[in-house]
């Protein structure tokens, strides 16, 4: 568990105070100088699966804000009006583009599909064999092995059996983008919800907003609205974890919890944990879930979440979280535990009196948020499963606009 640079003696990764400190552990340190790499032009389509995540959309504060400012003369009711018929429009078009993506998704994972094979496979006799994965936890296992080998031989820097080639009849796994990995990932789900919210949305028509607050589930992921996110994240779950931790757990044996995996975590640990993270369902009772069933889950969410960060720091040389977009930015942090509270977050951003403050507020919070996981995926490199939700207990404050400050002098 040794590290380089002052900063990474410590159990957890810290920015340093100086930006000169900072720029000699870019050097000595391969995972924060792939996190740091500047973004080239088609990253981001690399690294945001643009099909299987909503489309963007103004809040009803700022439709009702730009309405009002754009139409100072007309009377209250009138406004109010126009305020309510802009913002159903806006609902409108952001799930029939949601619907669209679902479309797009299922065929874009036909064609991945079509194309890619699990190369360097044996029969039992020991011939060669080239198997096509349709089973997308096959392929993170397969994929989340070939990391691991690659990390025992210790070849940071060249990992030539992973990096991408262009032979179209012999994909190798890694000749997946991000963008690619999670259309597989997400694009099965969407489109089996389909048949089902298309009719509750044709039933529900302008309150199905209203429907996916309470019932989020039923809405493919292309047609989550921002304020609807947090109810699919279970935040009493998230909190309770923490609770249950800092209870458990001292400054001294945060070290200890990082290390422990599926099978060791402490089983009521595992099943919180497991529950916000949405690997079971919202409603179902923690105690009807049986302990093999969660460790087993952590178990396979654990090796997805190495695949994911092997994308994300930018070790395929196809972007990493700066490429990231706002929406991608919000679910990768979610999937790894960094936000307790979105409900409260977005409320925070929306309690601006303008629709500049609501802005600069919103900025601020990504920018945060990004320095948060490119601290985890430093971190995650040394630890396992137990580290989810351990940055909630150490409490580190990052000044984002002095790290903003250090990346703008060097790029």
């Known amino acids: 568990m040794s590290r380089t640079g002052k900063a990474l003696t410590k159990a957890f990764y810290e920015f340093p105070a100086r930006r000169n400190q900072f720029l000699q552990e870019l050097q000595t340190t391969e995972t924060l100088k792939s996190l740091w790499a500047a973004s080239k032009q088609d990253n981001y389509q690399k690294m945001n699966s643009i099909v299987t995540i909503p489309a963007p959309i103004k809040s009803k504060e700022d439709i009702y804000e730009e309405i009002k400012n754009s139409n100072p003369e007309i009377l209250a009711v009138s406004l109010k009006w126009k305020q309510g018929i802009a913002f159903a429009k806006s609902l409108a078009t952001f799930y029939k583009e949601g619907l669209s993506r679902v479309s797009q998704g299922r065929k874009l994972r036909r064609s991945i599909l079509s194309n890619m094979k699990l190369i360097n496979q044996v029969d039992s006799r020991g011939n060669g064999l080239s198997i096509g994965i349709r089973n997308f936890k096959k392929l993170t296992l397969e994929m989340s092995q070939v990391l691991y080998i690659n990390d025992i ?3 940071t820097k060249s990992q030539e059996f992973i990096k991408r080639e262009n032979n179209k009849d012999n994909l190798p ?5 991000r963008s690619e990995y999670q259309v597989l ?3 099965p789900s969407n489109t089996n919800k389909i048949p089902l919210f298309a009719v ?3 039933i529900f028509m302008e309150s199905t907003p209203l429907l996916c607050y309470f019932v989020p589930e039923v809405a493919p992921s292309t047609c989550v609205l921002p304020s609807i996110l947090p109810s699919l994240w279970n935040v009493s779950a998230s909190k309770k974890l923490d609770e249950i931790r800092s209870k458990r757990y001292d400054s001294n044996r945060l070290v200890d919890l990082s290390l422990k995996t599926a099978y060791n975590l402490p089983l009521d640990e595992a099943k919180v944990l497991a529950k916000s993270l949405r690997l079971v369902p919202r409603m179902l009772p923690s105690v009807l879930v049986p302990e093999l069933v969660v460790r087993r889950i952590l178990q396979n969410y654990y090796n997805y979440l190495l695949v994911d960060n092997y ?3 930018g070790a395929n040389d196809n972007g990493n979280i700066w490429d990231l977009g706002e929406e991608e930015l919000v679910i990768a942090s979610l999937e790894r535990n960094l936000i307790l509270d979105l409900k409260s977050d977005l409320k925070y951003i929306g309690e601006g009196k303008t629709l500049e403050e609501r802005r600069v507020r919103k900025e601020e919070y990504l920018k ?7 601290v985890f995926l430093v971190d995650f490199k040394n630890y396992n499963i137990g580290y989810l939700g351990v940055n909630h207990m150490l ?3 990052i000044d984002e606009k002095v790290i903003a400050e250090w990346r703008d002098l060097q790029w």
């Open 395 to 397: 409490k580190y404050p």
């Open 153 to 155: 031989q210790n070849s």
């Open 311 to 313: 994308y994300l720091s």
């Open 200 to 202: 509750l949305a044709l």
């Open 368 to 374: 945060n948020l990004r320095l948060r996981l490119l």
């Open 185 to 187: 990932k997400r694009a």
């Open 173 to 177: 796994l890694f000749n997946l983008t």
